[in-house]
């Protein structure tokens, strides 16, 4: 008999598993251009995150840096990290040598002193990581009194419907991984994620010493509609993703 959870999803290899060096430079073309990044999850990120203007904001999981553009575009003070060095230069081809950016994995401890930042910017990020008390428990001691965690993450009612209607005997309660190939540019890597509801997220940003903003489920850009008929369809009637604005008290 089978020791297997019926809500269990086979984990990919760790060795292997969201390895975004390999998918670089494909992902960062997608990233740039297609509706879920460019039309849809920054241009939220970017009006949750408001006039940034003269503001030290870290942008924790950069990639290659098109959200790290966008803020010090609009004035902010921007430092970069994230854990893929192959993300890393493609961000410093796009932002030039000045750029802020440092390799840093955001289940480790920061390299920066308490209250560096004003923001810190978590974009589709924290739904890598299965636990969030240490990383949150960081990113609040990087953060002024009064700053904000802005974040996005999976949407986790739209995971656990897609699980279910493919057969996964999922639990919305629990937490737990799944995995999925993604092929870009001629490489496939499984990528590793984990799912948690709703109520796990908050009281994991209450934890770590946040009081809960906003909750928001935006919709695309109208500029989308066009570009994209199918999936602005899909995505003006379920979202994709789920948005917070938390503020360090």
């Known amino acids: 008999m089978s020791t297997v959870p019926e809500n269990h999803v086979e984990p990919a290899h760790p060795s292997r598993a969201n390895d975004y060096d390999s998918l670089a430079e494909a992902y960062a073309a997608e990233n740039e251009a297609g509706i879920a990044n460019a039309y849809y999850e920054r241009p939220a990120i970017l009006a949750l995150a408001g006039d940034?203007?003269?503001?030290?904001?870290?942008?924790?999981?950069?990639?290659?840096?098109?959200?790290?553009?966008?803020?010090?575009?609009?004035?902010?003070?921007?430092?970069?990290?994230?854990?893929?060095t192959g993300m890393l230069e493609l961000a410093r081809q796009r932002l030039g040598a000045g750029a802020d950016l440092q390799v840093a994995d955001l289940r480790n401890p920061l390299p920066f002193p308490d209250g560096a930042f004003d923001d810190v910017i978590a974009s589709l990020v924290l739904h890598y990581l299965e636990d969030w008390g240490p990383t949150l428990t960081e990113l609040r001691r990087v953060l002024t009194t009064g700053g904000r965690l802005i974040v996005s993450v999976d949407h986790p009612f739209v995971i656990h419907a897609i699980h279910r209607s493919a057969g996964r005997k999922t639990d919305y309660?629990?937490?737990?991984?799944?995995?999925?190939?993604?092929?870009?540019?001629?490489?496939?890597?499984?990528?590793?994620?984990?799912?948690?509801?709703?109520?796990?997220?908050?009281?994991?940003?209450?934890?770590?010493?946040?009081?809960?903003?906003?909750?928001?489920?935006?919709q695309p850009v109208p500029a989308a509609r066009e570009l994209f008929p199918d999936e602005f369809r899909a995505l003006a009637t379920s979202p994709s993703f789920l948005f917070f604005v938390l503020d360090a008290d």
């Open 173 to 218: 309660f629990a937490t737990y991984n799944w995995t999925e190939e993604w092929t870009m540019g001629g490489q496939t890597v499984p990528m590793s994620f984990w799912n948690r509801p709703l109520r796990a997220m908050t009281d994991a940003f209450t934890a770590a010493g946040f009081r809960l903003a906003v909750i928001s489920e935006p």
């Open 52 to 84: 940034v203007t003269g503001r030290r904001i870290l942008d924790a999981g950069c990639g290659s840096g098109p959200l790290f553009a966008a803020l010090r575009d609009r004035g902010a003070v921007v430092t970069g990290i994230d854990n893929s």
